[in-house]
Every structure is written in C-alpha cells, then in structure tokens.
C-alpha cells in the first residue's frame, strides 16, 4: 500500500500547479484523501480533503477558493489543483489516505503518507 506524490516545482506567483497522488495497493475511491503541507521551519499543516463522495473539507483557511482536490478512479490518482499560487505556499505537499471514506483534520488519522513534493512560488 502506497502512495506517490508528484507535480511539484518552481512557479511564479499567481501561478498554477497540479499535483497528483498516485495510489498503488489500494482502491483510493474508497478512501478519504488528505493534503497537506509543510514549510521550511513550519510545522506540517493541513490543506484540505476529499471524502470518498467528493466532498471537500477545507482545513486550511488562506487555500479556500484557490485549491481544489479531484480525484480520477480510472487512474486510481487524487489531484490537487492550485491556483493563484503565493509565495507562502512554498512547502513540500503531501498526500495522505484515511482508513475510511471521511475527512479527517487529525494527522494521525491518516495511515498511509506519500513521500512529499515540493512547491516552490518565487516572488
């Protein structure tokens, strides 16, 4: 079981990025897939979630309405789309599965973690 963070990279500010969480061992359908993030120096915190209905649960205030979560069953892959992209948003993202369909704001809820993608936004 195991999870595969990519996308990352270096963009300018109000820029956009995907990134992808490749699932492997497991159906992510049926599993509630946490974003979260970690800057230089910071404490890791979360993004946001989607549930196994596609519902998303924000758990960070300052992404609402920039960051979106999509997830494709075909690919067995959950995405994270960013836009307008700020400089504080520079941190390594990762990806992490739930045992259950149902976001959680918990880190320790999440038993399977991805291996993290770094973001960088320049100024």
């Known amino acids: 079981v195991q999870l595969q963070a990519s996308g990352g990279g270096l963009v300018q500010s109000g820029g956009s990025l995907r990134l992808s969480c490749a699932a492997s061992g497991f159906t992510l359908d049926n599993h509630a897939i946490g974003w979260f993030r970690q800057a230089p120096g910071k404490e890791r915190e979360g993004v946001l979630c989607?549930?196994?209905?596609?519902?998303?649960?924000y758990l960070e205030d300052s992404v609402k309405g920039r960051f979106t979560s999509s997830r494709d069953p075909s690919k067995n892959t959950a995405y994270l789309q960013m836009n307008n992209l700020k400089p504080e948003d520079t941190a390594v993202y990762y990806c992490a599965k739930s045992p259950s369909g149902s976001c959680r704001s918990r880190f320790g809820v999440y038993d399977v973690w991805g291996q993290g993608t770094l973001v960088t936004v320049s100024s």
């Open positions: 989607i549930s196994s209905s596609d519902s998303t649960l």
